[in-house]
């Protein structure tokens, strides 16, 4: 009995449950052609990495954050613009199994509840750049390939950055 009290009160990490919703909302909306869909899995966030011994407290106002899926990685920085309430999403697309080379001329979407706020494509080194305002639910959806996609929900709310 304390066993089954005690797993009724663990909840999955934000993380995955932003995956799941975002999932959900792209199904009948991804702008790319239909084949698989893949979710990014978070490898890596700054934001959970614990502080140095010693330092009691600390102050970053960028956010790291690394997503895999399969052998592509999308690195990903987020960043507050200076003087405005906008964040700054920078990235790129990589290959593990082609290191030191960006996925180019990939289209990016950020997509917003499902709908497309904006469109890009990656330049040559894989890079992409979006202005964020206070956009619920984000999701980016990269069109990999003609029967691949991959979706990585966006981190959101007052935790966005450091």
Do not use: W
């Given at each position: 009995?304390?066993?089954?009290?005690?797993?009724?009160?663990?909840?999955?990490?934000?993380?995955?449950?932003?995956?799941?919703?975002?999932?959900?909302?792209?199904?009948?909306?991804?702008?790319?052609?239909?084949?698989?869909?893949?979710?990014?899995?978070?490898?890596?966030?700054?934001?959970?990495?614990?502080?140095?011994?010693?330092?009691?407290?600390?102050?970053?106002?960028?956010?790291?954050?690394?997503?895999?899926?399969?052998?592509?990685?999308?690195?990903?920085?987020?960043?507050?613009?200076?003087?405005?309430?906008?964040?700054?999403?920078?990235?790129?697309?990589?290959?593990?199994?082609?290191?030191?080379?960006?996925?180019?001329?990939?289209?990016?979407?950020?997509?917003?509840?499902g709908d497309t706020v904006s469109r890009?494509?990656?330049?040559?080194?894989?890079?992409?750049?979006?202005?964020?305002?206070?956009?619920?639910?984000?999701?980016?959806?990269?069109?990999?390939?003609?029967?691949?996609?991959?979706?990585?929900?966006?981190?959101?709310?007052?935790?966005?950055?450091?």
């Amino acid at each position: 009995m304390e066993q089954a009290k005690q797993l009724k009160a663990v909840e999955p990490p934000e993380s995955s449950v932003s995956a799941v919703r975002a999932s959900f909302r792209l199904r009948n909306v991804v702008p790319f052609p239909s084949g698989k869909l893949d979710l990014a899995v978070l490898q890596f966030d700054s934001l959970l990495q614990p502080l140095a011994v010693g330092v009691r407290s600390g102050h970053n106002s960028a956010r790291q954050l690394l997503y895999k899926s399969g052998s592509v990685c999308i690195d990903m920085r987020m960043q507050p613009t200076p003087g405005s309430e906008s964040i700054v999403l920078i990235g790129q697309l990589l290959d593990s199994m082609d290191p030191g080379h960006g996925i180019g001329g990939i289209p990016v979407s950020l997509l917003s509840k499902g709908d497309t706020v904006s469109r890009k494509q990656t330049n040559q080194d894989g890079e992409f750049n979006f202005d964020l305002d206070s956009i619920p639910d984000m999701q980016l959806v990269f069109g990999v390939s003609d029967n691949r996609t991959i979706v990585v929900a966006v981190p959101q709310g007052r935790n966005l950055v450091m």
